[in-house]
T-cell receptor, first 114, second 110 residues
Framework: KAGVTQTPRYLIKTRGQQVTLSCSPI?????VSWYQQTPGQGLQFLFEYFSETQRNKGNFPGRFSGRQFSNSRSEMNVSTLELGDSALYLC?????????????FGPGTRLTVT | TQLLEQSPQFLSIQEGENLTVYCNSSSVFSSLQWYRQEPGEGPVLLVTVVTGGEVKKLKRLTFQFGDARKDSSLHITAAQPGDTGLYLC??????????FGRGTSLIVHP
């Protein structure tokens, strides 16, 4: 099976702009989660989508939003970018959110805001 | 909020040495995962432990889940340069939102 893919891998934006990141999960996986990773805060949960519905949400401002399509592909959008949004954005897919909750991560999108 | 504390934060050792990384919490988890992440890449799942007291081995890596399901350890025997990376533990509880530790950054020198 192909792994989780994320596009683009690298992105440079300026403050105030918006950005959309894309994630294609492993075939058959219906859950997609997004994380922000920074050296200072580690991995922080943004949100999870399951069958096109947002099921869980982390503690991030409304500038961060996402959606999931019927083929389980997901997009994440960040509006009005701030310098502090510079981070590695990771997408993870999972078959189900049962007891084990194993997640498979993509390579990430490195976002730099200048 | 469930918190996971990992220790040590950094570890720099020579090839062939043994090491243990710890993951501790005051919360009970239904399962706990260990991941390894290399620079510029996403974390790769190494193992999932579910049962209190469970021990799993993956070649030179030994993972243990505490009896109370609040803590876990990762032991590497005869470390190799290829083991270099950031080791992350993640616990899942009733909310199904996994909590990640800050990670242990391991460097194994040849």
């Amino acid at each position: 099976k192909a792994g989780v893919t994320q596009t683009p891998r690298y992105l440079i934006k300026t403050r105030g702009q918006q950005v959309t990141l894309s994630c294609s999960p492993i075939s058959g996986h219906r859950s997609v989660s997004w994380y922000q990773q920074t050296p200072g805060q580690g991995l922080q949960f943004l949100f999870e989508y399951f069958s096109e519905t947002q099921r869980n949400k982390g503690n991030f401002p409304g500038r961060f939003s996402g959606r999931q399509f019927s083929n389980s592909r997901s997009e994440m959008n960040v509006s009005t970018l701030e310098l502090g949004d510079s981070a590695l954005y990771l997408c993870a897919s999972s078959y189900s959110s049962g007891r084990t909750y194993e997640q498979y991560f993509g390579p990430g999108t490195r976002l730099t805001v200048t | 909020t469930q918190l996971l504390e990992q220790s040590p934060q950094f570890l720099s050792i020579q090839e062939g040495e043994n090491l243990t990384v710890y993951c501790n919490s005051s919360s009970v988890f239904s399962s706990l995962q260990w991941y390894r992440q290399e620079p510029g890449e996403g974390p790769v799942l190494l193992v999932t432990v579910v049962t209190g007291g469970e021990v799993k081995k993956l070649k030179r890596l030994t993972f243990q889940f505490g009896d109370a399901r609040k803590d876990s350890s990762l032991h590497i025997t005869a470390a190799q340069p290829g083991d270099t990376g950031l080791y992350l533990c993640a616990g899942a509880g009733g909310s199904y939102i996994p909590t990640f530790g800050r990670g242990t950054s391991l460097i194994v020198h040849p």
